[in-house]
Structure formats: C-alpha cells, structure tokens
C-alpha cells in the first residue's frame, strides 16, 4: 500500500476533543538494512493490537508500507531481537490523538520521551492533492516538516541499551 501523507511541527495540541487517543509504543530493528517497525497500540475506542510495519520511502512524502497485525508473543520476541542487536535498534513512545476531517483524519502525536514536540500528520489520497488546513491545526502550526527526516518518528527515536 502507498501511504501518501504530510507533516507540521505544532506549538501545541489542538483546541478541540479528539475522536479517538491511542497510546503507541514503538520498536525499530535494522535488518539486512531494512528498518523494520513493531507497534502497539492502546486505543481509547478499539483496545490493544499490535502492528509490524516496513516502510520504503517513494518521495519526500510517499512510502510504499507493508503492514500487518501480529501476535503479541511476535512482538515481544521483536522486543528481545531489539534488545539484544543494540546499535541497530531504536525505541520511542507517543500519545496519538485523532481528529476527523471531512473524510481524512488528522493524527497528532504528543512526543514526550527524548524530546517534547507535537506532529500532526494526515494521509491524503494523491501528492497533489488539494489539502485545506483546518483552522484548529492551523493556528497551533509552527512549520510544514513533510519530507524532513529529522521530524521521522524513527528519527525521533532513542536507541535501545
């Protein structure tokens, strides 16, 4: 699947309930030097999954992803291979709060671990595509960071001990 999506930096969170908060936990692991992602996911609506995802980069907002539900044994038998590889392992949490608009969704991920920033992200259907910003993501936005890698979760991410 091609997920196509843009990035801003926030000041702070948006002035409005969202319709949904999920509590993530994310694990990276280099493998034959292709970053692979484990996730779990504590949804306020839906409960606990778990996620393994590889992503490849298309253009500076597209990457084709590979994601699939996985067992909570596979996640934590991700976590120990985590654990065990060291420098090529990386760990992050964030809290991600979901607001509709219109028929996308806006997602901002509070970032408190390693550094203390707000992301707001949205998938949309084409790269040119005509997005209209709503007004509650708006006046919280500091900067457009679509295609930066610095502001990439993995990028974020501590490395594990």
């Not at 992602?37 to 992503?55: A, C, E, P, Q, Y």
């Not at 980069?57 to 699939?68: D, H, V």
Request: proline share 3%; charged share 35%.
């Amino acid at each position: 699947m091609i997920e196509i999506e843009r990035k801003f930096l926030l000041k702070s969170i948006p002035d409005r309930k969202p319709i949904e908060t999920i509590r993530i936990k994310q694990w990276y692991l280099k493998v034959d030097g292709i970053w692979e992602r484990v996730r779990s996911m504590d949804s306020s609506l839906f409960g606990k999954k778990w996620v393994h995802t590889i992503k490849t980069r298309i253009s500076e907002m597209s990457n084709l992803e590979e994601e699939r539900e996985i067992s909570k044994e596979e996640f934590e038998d991700f976590i120990k291979r985590c654990r065990l590889s060291g420098e090529i392992s990386k760990y992050i949490a964030k809290e991600r709060r979901v607001y509709p608009y219109g028929n996308l969704k806006w997602e901002v991920d509070l970032f408190s671990q390693k550094c203390h920033i707000i992301v707001a992200e949205i998938e949309i259907p084409t790269e040119d595509y005509d997005l209209q910003i709503p007004e509650f993501i708006l006046k919280k936005s500091l900067m457009e960071v679509t295609g930066l890698k610095q502001f990439s979760t993995r990028n974020l991410s501590n490395r594990v001990k």
